[in-house]
């Protein structure tokens, strides 16, 4: 029981979605009624600057982070890798389909990156460094500009990374991680999939480009 409420309470958490309520709270109006039509900081950033999106961002990755915090603190230490994971995925899903919002949220990167510093900072660091090495490589090799493609790929290594990283460093039994980085996997694939038009538009963009 005690882990059926943690992960209802991180999906509760991440229903809190921070453009939304900013949106609404300082100008009334739906966050997803404009731009790209996504309650995100990336959205919020467009349409009411700086100063929103940098408290939206923070917002959303504090919910996550507090999240597995409490998992750390309360949670069974014997399966503490994959409760915390369990968790991380249930923050990103709420953040991305809200019960409270007619399942239109967000895209959940933010949360994905609080619940990383959270979960494993080690990897988040890690992450961090594999992101600007492949968008430098793609800005040489291919003339790539923008950083979105760069940060989708890393989304794509990150549970390779931990498995690697767990396994190596840490002399983890490979079968001890393969549901850890299954739900890794999960929490990645949820913000990809949640980013799926991004995707589409950054890569057409670019062959239009080339």
């Known amino acids: 029981m005690i882990v059926l409420a943690f ?6 958490l991440g229903c ?4 939304f309520y900013l949106a609404k709270w300082l100008a009334r109006v739906d966050i997803r009624t404009l731009g790209s039509g996504t309650a995100g900081s990336r959205n919020l950033l467009r349409q ?4 929103y999106a940098i408290v939206a961002f923070l917002w959303d990755g504090g919910k996550a982070f507090v999240a ?10 014997a399966n503490l890798l994959t409760l915390e994971l369990l968790v991380l995925c249930s923050v990103i899903m709420g953040h991305v389909w809200p019960v409270q919002m007619a ?14 510093l959270a979960f494993d900072p080690i990897l988040l660091v ?27 790929l890393c989304l794509f290594f990150i549970p390779f990374v931990f498995f690697l990283k767990q396994w190596i460093f ?19 694939g949820i913000v990809l999939f949640a980013h799926r038009r991004n995707i589409q538009m950054t ?8």
Request: aromatic share 10%; proline share 2%.
């Open 16 to 19: 809190l979605n921070a453009s």
């Open 203 to 210: 890569l057409d963009h670019h062959v239009d480009e080339g």
């Open 103 to 116: 399942w239109r949220g967000g895209k959940g990167l933010a949360c994905l990156i609080g619940g990383l």
């Open 68 to 77: 597995i915090k409490l998992v750390s603190l309360f949670g069974d230490q």
């Open 48 to 51: 009411f600057g700086f100063s």
């Open 126 to 152: 890690v992450c961090v460094i594999l992101f600007l090495l492949l968008g430098l490589t793609l800005r040489l090799l291919t003339q790539w500009q923008k950083p979105d493609i760069a940060v989708y």
């Open 7 to 12: 992960i209802i309470n991180a999906y509760l």
């Open 170 to 188: 840490l002399s983890s039994s490979w079968r001890s991680l393969i549901l850890p980085v299954a739900l890794l996997g999960l929490g990645c």
